[in-house]
C-alpha cells in the first residue's frame, strides 16, 4: 500500500492537537431543559418540545463527541477500490458496501490499518451472489460477515475470506429491514419496514439460524403503504438494540429500543410537534438524542452554497437539557459536517471519503469566505494537494464515540461568515423561499406540502437521461454524479433547482441542472390523489444510468 507522507504526518497531527484550535464557549449545562419524560403504556419516554429550545445554533466541535481517532488511506490495490457507502467498524475491521441496484460494488473487507483482505461474495443472481444490498453486520468473534439485499427472503453468510456460507432463511420477506446477529446463540434480530399485505405480520423479530421465529412484535401502527421511500435504521450506538422508521408521510412516530426481557419495542424519544408534523429523523448517541428536522424551516444561506433546509437538535439523555447544533470537524479545520447523524454507527464515527469529493470539499472550503486561521490553511492545502483522484482509494476517518456529558463544550459563538447561520427560525407556515436577490416571497402559490403521500418521480428516467444528456459519452471510469434539488411543482416541472452536491466538473453541473429543469416529472400526491408542490431529490450521473 502506498501512503503519501501527508497523512503519515495526519496520524501525528491529529493526536498533537484538533487542526481548530478553537477557543471553547459555552457548554451543554448551560442550556436550557427542552424535553420532559412521560409514562406511555408503563414506558418512560423523553419528549423534546420545539418552543423551550433556544433559537440559537451552537457550535460542536467534533473532537468533544469522538476520540482514539485515526486517518487512514485505504489499500489502493485495483480489487482494493470502494466508494462510499455503507461503512462497518469493529474493533479489528472496516466492511464497505454500496446500496444501490443494480449492484456494482461488492463488499470489501479491510484491516483496521486500511489493508485488503477480501472480497465478499460478488454480484450476480447464483449460489452467495448478490444484485442489490441494503444492511451488513460484522461477526468479529465468529469471522462471519452478513449481508442483506432488498425484498430479501434469505441473509446472506461470508467467511473472511469472501467464501459464501449457508444462508440464513429469514422467518419473513424483508422488504427493507436491519440485522444483528449473535453467532453464539445463533439468534438473528431482524427489524422491517411493515408493507400492507406482505407476508409479515411483524416489525420486528428475533429468530434462529433455521428461520425459526424465537419472539417477534407485532406490526400494529407501524404498518405503512409499499413505497420504498422509507427507511429503516438501527444505529446501534449504545448497547440498546435500536430501531427507528423514517417515514415520507406525516406521523407522529419514536425511537425504540428492543427490549429482550419484555420481549417488546419500547419508545424512548420522540418530538411533540404541537401540530404539522414536518419531515424529521431521529437518532442517538451514548449520552444524547438526537434528531434532524428538515422540511418546517426556511432554506438558509451557508458559505457561498444555498442549502435545503435542515436543521439537528440534541437532547442530553440525563439532564434534559438540549440545543440545535451544527457540528464541525475540527481535525479538518472546522469543516462542517452536513446531516451529521448520518456518520455515527455501531458506536464509531466514520467518514468514508472518495479521493474526488475530499478534494472537492477541500478546494471549496478554502475558497469559500469562512476564516481559516493561517496554520490550517496550510495544513489543508498540504492535503488537498497530496491527493490523487486517479491512483488513490478513498480516505477514511475513523473515532470512538465518547460516553457522553452534560459538560459538553460549544465553540465560541461566532458570526455567520465563519461557521454558519448563527439562529433558527420557526416559521408558522411551510414556505418555499426564493433563492434570488428579492431573498423572500411569501404569497399563497408558495405553499408547499410538509409531507406527499406519493413523492414525485421521474418515470421516464431510463430513456429521457440517455436521449436528452449532452454528455452521455463520458468515460464509464470516470463516473460523475450531480446531486439535484429542487421543488417539484402540480405541473410536473421542477423549479427552484439548485446543485446540492458538485460533481467538480462545472460543465456537468450546469447539464444537470438544464436536464432536471426540462424532465417530464409524475407530481406528489396527497392520500386523496390531488397533485401537491413537493420538495423533490434526484441524482443526475454521467454517463447516464
Aim: with cysteine; glycine share 6%.
Amino acid at each position: 500500500m502506498k501512503y503519501s507522507y501527508i497523512f503519515l504526518c495526519l496520524l501525528f497531527f491529529i493526536w498533537g492537537c484538533n487542526s481548530s484550535g478553537s477557543q471553547r464557549g459555552t457548554t451543554l449545562e448551560e442550556c436550557p431543559q427542552v424535553a420532559h419524560l412521560q409514562t406511555v403504556n408503563g414506558e418512560q419516554v423523553v419528549v423534546a418540545d420545539l418552543n423551550l429550545f433556544s433559537k440559537e445554533v451552537q457550535t460542536i466541535p467534533l473532537s468533544e463527541l469522538i476520540e482514539d481517532v485515526r486517518f487512514l488511506k485505504l489499500d489502493d490495490r485495483p480489487e482494493a477500490l470502494v466508494e462510499a457507502g455503507l461503512t462497518f467498524v469493529t474493533e479489528n475491521y472496516i466492511g464497505l458496501g454500496k446500496i444501490q441496484f443494480p449492484q456494482r460494488m461488492p463488499y470489501k473487507l479491510f484491516d483496521r490499518q486500511g489493508n485488503y483482505l477480501s472480497t465478499i461474495g460478488s454480484i450476480g443472481q447464483g449460489p452467495g451472489e448478490y444484485t442489490n444490498m441494503y444492511a451488513d453486520y460484522i461477526d468479529e468473534k465468529n469471522e462471519r460477515v452478513y449481508i442483506l439485499p432488498w425484498s430479501a427472503k434469505f441473509l446472506l453468510a461470508y467467511d473472511f475470506q469472501g467464501k459464501p456460507c449457508d444462508p440464513i432463511p429469514l422467518a419473513y420477506t424483508v422488504p427493507k429491514g436491519v440485522i444483528q446477529v449473535d453467532g453464539d446463540k445463533q439468534r438473528v434480530y431482524v427489524g422491517i419496514i411493515p408493507f400492507e399485505n406482505y407476508d409479515s405480520d411483524a416489525v420486528y423479530w428475533v429468530q434462529d439460524f433455521q428461520g425459526n421465529v424465537i419472539h417477534e412484535v407485532e406490526a400494529g401502527h407501524f404498518y405503512v403503504y409499499p413505497d420504498f421511500s422509507n427507511e429503516i435504521k438501527s444505529q446501534r450506538n449504545t448497547a440498546d438494540k435500536s430501531l427507528y422508521i423514517l417515514y415520507w408521510e406525516s406521523r407522529q412516530d419514536s425511537l425504540y429500543h428492543y427490549d429482550e426481557l419484555q420481549q417488546k419495542l419500547k419508545p424512548v424519544f420522540t418530538i411533540d410537534f404541537k401540530g404539522d408534523i414536518p419531515m424529521h429523523d431521529y437518532g442517538e448517541l451514548p449520552g444524547y438524542f438526537l434528531a434532524n428536522i428538515t422540511t418546517d424551516f426556511k432554506q438558509v444561506e451557508w458559505g457561498t452554497q444555498a442549502e435545503l433546509p435542515a436543521y439537528e437538535l440534541l437532547v442530553d439523555k440525563k439532564t434534559l437539557k438540549g440545543t440545535f447544533y451544527r457540528i464541525v470537524n475540527d481535525y479538518l479545520g472546522n469543516i462542517p459536517l452536513e446531516y451529521s447523524m448520518f456518520y455515527f454507527k455501531n458506536g464509531y464515527f466514520t467518514l468514508n471519503m472518495e479521493p474526488a469529493h475530499l478534494k472537492q470539499q477541500l478546494e471549496d472550503f478554502l475558497e469559500s469566505n469562512f476564516k481559516i486561521k493561517d496554520e490550517d490553511r496550510e495544513y489543508l492545502t498540504k492535503l488537498c494537494n497530496s491527493i490523487s483522484e486517479e491512483d488513490d482509494n478513498n480516505y477514511m476517518m475513523i473515532g470512538k464515540l465518547k460516553s457522553g456529558s452534560s459538560t459538553l463544550n460549544f465553540l465560541t459563538e461566532t458570526k455567520k461568515e465563519d461557521i454558519l447561520q448563527s439562529t433558527v427560525s420557526l416559521p408558522k407556515e411551510e414556505v418555499v423561499v426564493s433563492l434570488t436577490e428579492d431573498d423572500l416571497i411569501h404569497d399563497e402559490d408558495t405553499t408547499i406540502y410538509k409531507i406527499a403521500f406519493y413523492s414525485p418521480y421521474l418515470t421516464e428516467w431510463k430513456t429521457y437521461f440517455p436521449a436528452n444528456n449532452r454528455f452521455k459519452d463520458w468515460p464509464k471510469d470516470d463516473e460523475k454524479m450531480v446531486l439535484i434539488y429542487c421543488v417539484a411543482e402540480k405541473s410536473g416541472k421542477a423549479t427552484q433547482i439548485i446543485v446540492k452536491r458538485s460533481s467538480g466538473v462545472p460543465e456537468l453541473d450546469t447539464e444537470a441542472v438544464r436536464l432536471i429543469a426540462e424532465a417530464p416529472i409524475d407530481p406528489a400526491t396527497d392520500k386523496e390523489g390531488n397533485k401537491v408542490r413537493c420538495n423533490f431529490t434526484i441524482g443526475v450521473y454521467f454517463p447516464p444510468r
